[in-house]
């Protein structure tokens, strides 16, 4: 009773910011923690939500740049008996801008009679990627929400991917949860290496591209095939993986500041410009070429936005 033991240790512990069933821990010193970033997804209640984990073996980096690839969705995930605009043009043109949350990734397809199809995905820094769901229409509004799939470290060779997904206008169910039946209950995916990823030439003859279940399911077997850690020196890039490219770039350029002595790039202590609603992805088609004209609200800045607000309050 009298020891003073208990006084003698201390553990390391993090503030931590929860959203929708994903807990977010903040590992930096404590006088600079900056605010949680107001993403879109970041503020809708939480049965317009849905979660999912997996067990990724592979290093985060190569999961996260298989989202930086547009032109994947038109080989990879190709379903024989469906077409949608990303198997019509299986060439789209890449553009990619630097953003103040990482890296915003443009493809644009074709989309015929003088339309195009454009998808607009963004790297979130450091781990997450914004991706459109559903195939694209020419509704103005766009899809009706998007999801989120953090890559997040468990050590050099094995990652935790994180899908965290929203719909705008409703509440989620059961059929929104489409990856919850592909992985059990310790995370890990049914279809996997050790089973080939229940790869079936008859379904790879008649049904999509690879003969497997679930996007989930291409993707890994995509990143995972390619070793824990993939030696980067026996690439051969080319114009489809440009925003690969800018990405690794923007992620190298940020740890070579940090270890100038520069803040981490893209965090927010200004409430009045913690406002991330134009890290939105979607996918649209419309008339032309200009995907700017068609998406304002992905092109105008936080500080733009706020001097157009001032200057409505000032008129």
């Known amino acids: 009773a009298d020891s003073n033991f208990k006084s003698k240790l201390r553990h390391p512990s993090y503030p931590t910011h929860e959203i929708n069933g994903i807990v977010f821990a903040y590992m930096g010193p404590r006088d600079k923690l900056p605010l949680f970033p ?51 043009d299986t060439s789209p043109e890449y553009e990619t801008e630097d953003t103040d949350f990482g890296v915003r990734m443009i493809a644009t397809r074709n989309a015929g009679e003088g339309k195009s199809y454009v998808r ?130 923007r992620i190298l350029e940020a740890v070579k500041a940090f270890q100038r002595g520069e803040e981490p790039p893209c965090l927010v202590t200004d409430p009045e410009l913690n406002d991330y609603s134009h890290a939105e992805s979607t996918n649209r088609v419309f008339a032309g070429h200009d995907w700017h004209a068609k998406l304002p609200h992905l092109v105008s800045s936080v500080q733009e936005r706020v001097a157009q607000k001032e200057s409505e309050v000032r008129a």
């Open 38 to 88: 107001n993403h879109e997804w970041a503020l809708v209640d939480n049965d317009h939500t849905y979660v999912t984990k997996a067990y990724q073996e592979c290093n985060y980096l190569q999961g996260l740049e298989g989202e930086c690839d547009s032109a994947h969705l038109s080989f990879l995930h190709r379903m024989f008996k469906t077409s949608n605009f990303s198997q019509q």
């Open 120 to 249: 607009v995905s963004s790297f979130i820094m450091p781990v997450g990627s914004a991706v459109p769901v559903g195939p694209g229409s020419e509704n103005p509004e766009g899809p009706d929400g998007f999801e989120i799939h953090f890559y997040t470290p468990a050590d050099d060779y094995h990652s935790w991917r994180f899908d965290f997904g929203f719909r705008r206008s409703r509440t989620v169910g059961i059929p929104d949860v489409h990856r919850a039946p592909h992985i059990g209950p310790d995370f890990r995916k049914y279809a996997n290496a050790s089973n080939h990823y229940l790869q079936d030439r008859e379904m790879q003859r008649t049904v999509n591209y690879t003969g497997m279940p679930e996007f989930l399911t291409h993707d890994s077997v995509a990143t995972e095939s390619m070793g824990a850690l993939y030696d980067r020196s026996r690439e051969h890039l080319g114009s489809s993986d440009t925003a690969v490219v800018a990405v690794r770039r």
